[in-house]
């Protein structure tokens, strides 16, 4: 049965670019959150991101209406998802969170939706018994800036029904995404399994002291032709969240080096601010990074 109708919980950074992606491709989008505040907060949200399609899609005043026009709005969950044909959950990267939520929507999803999980570093298996329907739960995994960074990671786990993937990979497709189809469970999906060792290598040779971040940086892009290189990668995803990955990573391995990788995250710029794009500075100066200066790669 093809799908016509989509819930996306959660209308965070992501969860709003998913609802306004799809609504865009003339799906009726109902947006689920805990609070009326919140969901005023994604009316606010959608109109920003209506202007970043015209910036950068080129998309019309008209199209951008229409997309508006194709959510709805619910905080209350079993209304939200009465005749969902797919939920897509975008709630906080929490296990003890995500299963509450599933275990809330058991009770109250028909027994035709399909459930996804846009979660970035846990695993379907995690969640599928709470889900109640495990044949019918799998991952969806959208990157930042989905209209612009299109992949769609479809991941299964061993109980995800084949029809169920096969629905999730059209629709992925129908709505503008590159769809990205795994055959296994894997943490990080494929882009996150390339991404993060880059990131950290990056960040080892800085803080060993064999390159400074531009000599780094040019050296992966002149020898790859990448337009960025690891240092600039980390300004968009956001020095934060690298400070995060290698903290836990630290703790869990006890490991000198990746300790000294967070202690020079923490003092040069989570304890100063620099944070990256969001905040105007990290490794670069936006808007206007030296990376992007023809004369960077000479």
């Given amino acids: 049965?093809?799908?016509?109708?989509?819930?996306?919980?959660?209308?965070?950074?992501?969860?709003?670019?998913?609802?306004?992606?799809?609504?865009?491709?003339?799906?009726?989008?109902?947006?689920?959150?805990?609070?009326?505040?919140?969901?005023?907060?994604?009316?606010?949200?959608?109109?920003?991101?209506?202007?970043?399609?015209?910036?950068?899609?080129?998309?019309?005043?008209?199209?951008?209406?229409?997309?508006?026009?194709?959510?709805?709005?619910?905080?209350?969950?079993?209304?939200?998802?009465?005749?969902?044909?797919?939920?897509?959950?975008?709630?906080p990267e929490n296990p003890e969170i995500k299963i509450d939520f599933y275990q809330k929507l058991a009770t109250v999803a028909p027994q035709k939706t399909i459930f996804a999980s846009n979660s970035s570093t846990l695993l379907p298996s995690q969640f599928a018994a709470a889900t109640g329907r495990p044949e019918r739960f799998l991952a969806l995994h959208f990157a930042n800036e989905i209209w612009k960074h299109n992949t769609a990671e479809i991941m299964g786990h061993p109980g995800t029904s084949s029809q169920v993937f096969d629905t999730v990979v059209a629709f992925a497709k129908s709505i503008g995404m590159v769809a990205l189809p795994l055959h296994k469970e894997q943490p990080g999906y494929i882009v996150n399994s390339l991404l993060v060792p880059l990131l950290g290598a990056g960040l080892g040779l800085l803080v060993r002291g064999v390159a400074d971040v531009e000599t780094i940086d040019k050296t992966w892009m002149v020898a790859t032709g990448a337009p960025?290189?690891?240092?600039?990668?980390?300004?968009?995803?956001?020095?934060?969240?690298?400070?995060?990955?290698?903290?836990?990573?630290?703790?869990?391995?006890?490991?000198?080096?990746?300790?000294?990788?967070?202690?020079?995250?923490?003092?040069?710029?989570?304890?100063?601010?620099?944070?990256?794009?969001?905040t105007g500075e990290g490794f670069y100066k936006y808007p206007n990074p030296s990376y992007i200066d023809p004369d960077f790669l000479k």
Avoid at 44 to 53: N, P, R, S
Avoid at 235 to 246: E, R
């Fill in 1 to 91: 049965m093809p799908i016509q109708i989509v819930t996306v919980a959660g209308s965070g950074v992501l969860g709003a670019q998913i609802a306004f992606q799809t609504a865009f491709h003339g799906y009726t989008v109902n947006v689920y959150d805990i609070s009326e505040a919140l969901l005023e907060k994604a009316k606010v949200t959608f109109q920003k991101l209506g202007e970043a399609y015209k910036q950068d899609l080129k998309a019309t005043s008209d199209q951008i209406q229409k997309a508006i026009g194709n959510i709805r709005y619910f905080s209350d969950l079993g209304k939200a998802v009465a005749d969902s044909d797919l939920l897509i959950e975008a709630v």
């Fill in 228 to 278: 960025v290189g690891p240092f600039g990668i980390l300004d968009v995803v956001g020095i934060t969240t690298a400070y995060n990955i290698n903290k836990i990573a630290a703790e869990k391995t006890k490991n000198g080096h990746e300790q000294k990788v967070v202690d020079y995250l923490k003092t040069h710029f989570i304890d100063t601010g620099k944070l990256g794009v969001a």
